[in-house]
């Protein structure tokens, strides 16, 4: 396992974009740790080349670690199910030789924060 840590800070008007490093492996989980970013902050962070969501909340407040999953597939391209009708059969988010960008918006004029990815 890996841990990139990320730090932003806001411009004026409460915006940020950064970039990680390029990296390659399985999302296990992404850890922001607040300074003084406003509450109610924005955060959408993404794979750079292709634009996958890892994660993307909104009216964040708080330190918070998430664990971003996405729905799987058959081969068919048809949603993978637990049981018919059933819950979506989640997976970890791949990220190969490519940066994770992270964007704010309503962060506070020059707030920062921190954001720890785990890479498996």
């Not at 998430?66 to 059969?89: D, E, I, N």
């Not at 791949?94 to 994770?100: C, L």
């Amino acid at each position: 396992m890996r841990r990139l840590s990320v730090p932003v800070v806001t411009a004026a008007d409460g915006s940020a974009t950064v970039y990680s490093e390029a990296v390659t492996g399985k999302v296990s989980q992404i850890r922001y740790v607040k300074t003084d970013f406003a509450d109610g902050a924005t955060f959408t962070i993404t794979a750079e080349a292709t634009g996958e969501t890892i994660w993307n909340e909104t009216g964040v407040n708080a330190s918070a670690t998430r664990a971003p999953r996405q729905a799987t597939h058959s081969t068919a391209g048809a949603a993978a199910l637990y049981a018919a009708g059933g819950a979506a059969v989640n997976d970890q988010i791949g990220i190969a030789n490519d940066r994770i960008k992270i964007v704010i918006a309503n962060g506070g004029n020059a707030k920062a924060g921190t954001f720890h990815i785990v890479l498996e």
